[in-house]
């Protein structure tokens, strides 16, 4: 595979595959652990729940950006920029 470090499937994982509807497409392990999460402006498609005492919560259990190997170079490039904003 030409560029395989942009791509990991791991079928034996227990939870694979972990999102409902990608059954059957590749599907990028990768980034199961998403390094996106801390951002609330990400790329993905998180939705936001606000607990009664204001606090938000980011769920991402539906967003599937991360698992999608055409994702790879947006998601680098997001962590570059937010990297260089935060120093």
């Known amino acids: 595979m030409e560029h395989s470090h942009r791509f990991f499937e791991n079928k034996d994982c227990q939870y694979f595959p972990c999102h409902v509807?990608?059954?059957?497409?590749?599907?990028?392990?990768?980034?199961c652990y998403c390094p996106l999460n801390p951002y609330e402006n990400c790329?993905?498609?998180?939705r936001f729940l606000e607990k009664e005492d204001?606090?938000?919560?980011?769920?991402?259990?539906n967003c599937t950006f991360p698992h999608h190997e055409k994702n790879y170079d947006a998601i680098i490039?997001?962590?570059k920029k937010s990297r260089i904003n935060n120093e």
Do not use: A, Q, V, W
């Not at 204001?54 to 259990?61: A, M, V």
């Open 21 to 31: 509807g990608m059954e059957g497409e590749d599907f990028n392990c990768l980034f």
């Open 43 to 46: 790329p993905g498609t998180p």
């Open 54 to 61: 204001g606090l938000r919560i980011k769920d991402c259990s």
């Open 77 to 79: 490039e997001f962590l």
